[in-house]
């Protein structure tokens, strides 16, 4: 394995990599540094990841564990996207208190909602242990145990620290990666989702995009700093470092790059599982959710308390259906299998050619691994289909189940259950104010049908396949025997039960069908499918380490990027249009006319406040126009990203945040598999409308004041450059000029700090 990591090193440290593919890890920035500062980048790698001293890295978070944010402020103020803090915003929504429809302002930081769950990770450090770990390796599979165990004691001990060793290349390379977890993440602003939202299901993915896809957050910690439980007691985050935020924005050609914690992408799988993604299934992942949406989409449109409880769940079942679309036709229209398939054939040429035989048989032993894993891939992401993304009541049945189970057991003692039917009430009574029994068994009887045509002959469960063919293929009647015959479906009896902590009559709805259903799904999955799908994925990402490996020794002057993996990633390239198919042409950026241009009111994807359309109507852009009197909204990057990036900052040439990101388009979906530089195409929120619409539109005036705003540098003065400050002021009806908004950021600065050390040293919050 030594010969492995001495191959790798020298796949990192070529820079030769078209300059705007790949994701790279922040430590080994100094192999690129010099292609980025080429495209202009005026800061160096240190400036963008250090362990010695503040840098870029220490404003940039994972939320929430799926998405990214940045510190904009230095009372850990933090921007992310809508979407990615639309679980949040929902769950403080109700009828009576619709923020979802009409957003939310903290005036004062006592206005700011607590979110119990959502958490802040930010990187500590990130260190290349790959010689330890394949050292112990070679020892066997204790030794390299032990080795991980030890590293990240080391790391974390007498430290708040989490530690991980993560694997990169399919085994070829080791990290540890040291992070730090924030608990108390506070709600502090949200446009409406008119705004948020603008365009719903009919623009995500496309261009051009006219979406303000962005909400406000805040980190707090323990007066000393340390993470910390919610808590009155807390006190704003003191960050290490937070962005600048520009108003002058970037232009057509200049350097970007977005900085974030990309999900997962598959760039050196093989031809036959792209074909397999293509012919099968994507198609059928596409075809559940399909009907999934129409019965939740119908629903939500005709009530509004069904719009609100299944807001988030129907974006989340929407977003990756689209997606699975367009990435089907970028495979098919650069012909990726074929292209794949020939570059496989050149590599088996070329190691024999080179005499490399310990690398003779890898192009065929990834065609037979992938043949193996097929039918449990399959059934693994029929199993993720139906049981996480499809009917909801069966993963709140596996969740509960189990208190009938305790309610007739006599070993388990009255205290016992009586926990437990507490922690299950609670539970209840935050499942089913947002669950719909209709909706539900709706989507049941339209998904269910795919999901056994689909399965692999042999694991669909039990109950499932008897089922099906006892109901003679029909999924209506199946779905209301199922629902209807349930103490599950309602809710109200079994939270009466619990409440009363009758164990009697639990223990008589034991034989509940729909805990039978989802246990059997539950059990079948793992019993017939995980364990052998981890083997038999496990047996191919070693062999294909090896393809890596032998990719490392035929071509040693190329690079070859790790694949994305929810670790801290940038990615660089400029703000460009792009021409993705014939006679179709994207400008880089969208304006406030282009939102005028789409809005339709009433309606559910293209309506928009009132207010917000009279200020766009009179262009009240405040100092938010560019240079040409334009309100600009998004704008494109030839910035290779992914699922993860979403609220990940578009940072400039000089550190400053200049954009939001928050998509793709949909000719870029393909970029997981195969990215192609002329194609591909980040989507992302230009500051200035995420500015305006806090400031001019909001009236969110205090949270403006609380950024570092920047200006352009009047040494690099461009004939579009004019000072910030020369307008209308921050929203506030009148003018100041550029010395004086310095002056005005700069003592509320020092206020902040001062009075901070004050509260510090008092021990107060």
């Known amino acids: 394995m030594k010969a492995a990591a001495v191959v790798l090193f020298s796949l990192i440290g070529i820079s030769s990599v078209q300059a705007t593919e790949g994701m790279w890890i922040p430590a080994l920035l100094k192999a690129v540094e010099g292609d980025m500062q080429d495209m202009g980048l005026k800061l160096t790698a240190e400036d963008i990841y250090s362990i010695n001293r503040s840098s870029l890295k220490d404003a940039i978070v994972q939320f929430g564990g799926g998405c990214t944010a940045s510190v904009i402020s230095d009372q850990g103020l933090l921007l992310t996207n809508h979407h990615c803090g639309?679980?949040?915003?929902?769950?403080?929504?109700?009828?009576?208190?619709?923020?979802?429809?009409?957003?939310?302002?903290?005036?004062?930081?006592?206005?700011?909602?607590?979110?119990?769950?959502?958490?802040?990770?930010?990187?500590?450090?990130?260190?290349?242990?790959?010689?330890?770990?394949?050292?112990?390796?070679?020892?066997?599979?204790?030794?390299?145990?032990?080795?991980?165990?030890?590293?990240?004691?080391?790391?974390?001990?007498?430290?708040?620290?989490?530690?991980?060793?993560?694997?990169?290349?399919?085994?070829?390379?080791?990290?540890?990666?040291?992070?730090?977890?924030?608990?108390?993440?506070?709600?502090?602003?949200?446009?409406?989702?008119s705004i948020g939202k603008f365009g719903g299901d009919t623009d995500n993915w496309v261009w051009p995009r006219h979406t303000g896809d962005f909400s406000l957050f805040r980190i707090y910690s323990a007066p000393d700093g340390s993470p910390a439980e919610p808590s009155e007691e807390n006190v704003p985050l003191d960050p290490a470092h937070h962005l600048p935020v520009s108003v002058h924005g970037v232009d057509e050609g200049d350097f970007t790059m977005v900085f974030g914690f990309p999900g997962r992408t598959e760039r050196y799988i093989p031809s036959a599982q792209v074909e397999h993604l293509i012919d099968e299934l994507n198609p059928t992942r596409i075809g559940m959710r399909t009907a999934s949406l129409e019965v939740i989409n119908a629903a939500m449109l005709a009530d509004d308390g069904t719009r609100i409880a299944y807001a988030a769940k129907q974006s989340r079942i929407a977003n990756a259906w689209k997606k699975w679309i367009g990435q089907n036709e970028g495979l098919i229209d650069f012909g990726t299998v074929t292209e794949k398939r020939q570059a496989q054939v050149e590599l088996a040429k070329a190691i024999r050619s080179q005499g490399l035989d310990e690398y003779s048989t890898v192009v065929g032993d990834l065609a037979k691994d992938f043949e193996a894993l097929k039918p449990y891939l399959e059934a693994r992401s029929l199993f993720i289909e139906w049981f996480y993304y499809g009917p909801e009541i069966l993963r709140w049945a596996a969740e509960a189940g189990d208190i009938f189970e305790m309610a007739g057991d006599k070993s388990v003692a009255d205290s016992t259950f009586d926990a437990r039917a507490a922690e299950v009430l609670s539970a209840a009574e935050g499942f089913y104010p947002d669950y719909r029994n209709t909706v539900d068994e709706g989507v049941f009887a339209a998904v269910f049908p795919l999901y056994m045509e689909a399965m692999p002959e042999g694991f669909a469960p039990a109950v499932a396949q008897s089922a099906w063919e006892g109901g003679k293929g029909d999924p209506k009647a199946i779905a209301?025997?199922?629902?209807?015959?349930?103490?599950?479906?309602?809710?109200?009896?079994?939270?009466?039960?619990?409440?009363?902590?009758?164990?009697?009559?639990?223990?008589?709805?034991?034989?509940?069908?729909?805990?039978?259903?989802?246990?059997?799904?539950?059990?079948?999955?793992?019993?017939?499918?995980?364990?052998?799908?981890?083997?038999?994925?496990?047996?191919?990402?070693?062999?294909?380490?090896?393809?890596?490996?032998?990719?490392?020794?035929?071509?040693?002057?190329?690079?070859?990027?790790?694949?994305?993996?929810?670790?801290?990633?940038?990615?660089?390239?400029?703000?460009?249009?792009?021409?993705?198919?014939?006679?179709?042409?994207?400008?880089?950026?969208?304006?406030?006319?282009?939102?005028?241009?789409?809005?339709?009111?009433?309606?559910?994807?293209?309506?928009?406040?009132?207010?917000?359309?009279?200020?766009?109507?009179?262009?009240?852009?405040?100092?938010?126009?560019?240079?040409?009197?334009?309100?600009?909204?998004?704008?494109?990057?030839?910035?290779?990203?992914?699922?993860?990036?979403?609220?990940?900052?578009?940072?400039?040439?000089?550190?400053?945040?200049?954009?939001?990101?928050?998509?793709?388009?949909?000719?870029?979906?393909?970029?997981?598999?195969?990215?192609?530089?002329?194609?591909?195409?980040?989507?992302?929120?230009?500051?200035?409308?995420?500015?305006?619409?806090?400031?001019?539109?909001?009236?969110?005036?205090?949270?403006?004041?609380?950024?570092?705003?920047?200006?352009?540098?009047?040494?690099?003065?461009?004939?579009?450059?004019?000072?910030?400050?020369?307008?209308?002021?921050?929203?506030?009806?009148?003018?100041?000029?550029?010395?004086?908004?310095?002056?005005?950021?700069?003592?509320?600065?020092?206020?902040?700090?001062?009075?901070?050390?004050?509260?510090?040293?008092?021990?107060?919050?």
């Not at 241009?597 to 009240?620: I, N, T």
């Open 480 to 765: 209301a025997d199922l629902y209807g015959g349930s103490i599950l479906d309602d809710g109200t009896e079994f939270m009466a039960l619990l409440e009363a902590r009758d164990r009697k009559g639990l223990k008589k709805r034991a034989d509940d069908a729909l805990i039978t259903w989802a246990r059997e799904t539950s059990d079948s999955y793992w019993v017939k499918v995980r364990e052998e799908y981890g083997k038999r994925q496990g047996a191919m990402d070693e062999n294909m380490g090896r393809y890596l490996q032998a990719l490392g020794k035929v071509y040693p002057d190329s690079t070859f990027w790790p694949d994305a993996n929810s670790t801290l990633r940038l990615t660089y390239g400029r703000m460009e249009g792009s021409e993705p198919r014939d006679a179709v042409s994207y400008k880089p950026f969208s304006t406030a006319r282009g939102v005028l241009d789409k809005y339709v009111p009433g309606d559910a994807e293209f309506d928009l406040p009132e207010e917000l359309v009279a200020k766009l109507r009179a262009e009240e852009y405040g100092p938010y126009a560019d240079a040409d009197g334009n309100l600009r909204v998004c704008f494109l990057g030839s910035n290779h990203t992914t699922g993860g990036n979403s609220g990940s900052p578009a940072i400039n040439a000089t550190g400053d945040l200049v954009g939001l990101n928050f998509d793709r388009t949909w000719e870029s979906t393909m970029s997981d598999v195969r990215f192609d530089a002329d194609r591909c195409r980040n989507i992302m929120v230009d500051m200035r409308y995420v500015l305006w619409v806090t400031d001019i539109y909001a009236g969110a005036t205090h949270l403006v004041q609380e950024m570092t705003l920047t200006e352009r540098d009047p040494d690099n003065v461009g004939p579009n450059w004019r000072p910030f400050g020369t307008g209308t002021g921050m929203g506030r009806g009148y003018e100041q000029d550029e010395q004086e908004l310095r002056d005005e950021f700069r003592r509320r600065s020092m206020e902040r700090m001062q009075e901070r050390r004050q509260r510090m040293e008092a021990g107060g919050n």
């Open 86 to 193: 639309y679980g949040q915003i929902q769950s403080h929504s109700s009828l009576e208190r619709d923020i979802l429809k009409n957003g939310f302002w903290a005036m004062s930081m006592e206005e700011e909602l607590t979110n119990p769950g959502l958490t802040a990770m930010f990187i500590v450090r990130i260190e290349d242990v790959t010689e330890s770990i394949q050292s112990a390796r070679m020892e066997g599979d204790d030794a390299e145990k032990a080795m991980r165990e030890s590293l990240t004691a080391a790391a974390t001990e007498g430290t708040d620290y989490d530690a991980v060793v993560r694997d990169f290349l399919y085994g070829n390379q080791q990290f540890l990666i040291v992070t730090r977890t924030f608990k108390d993440v506070r709600l502090v602003g949200a446009p409406p989702s």
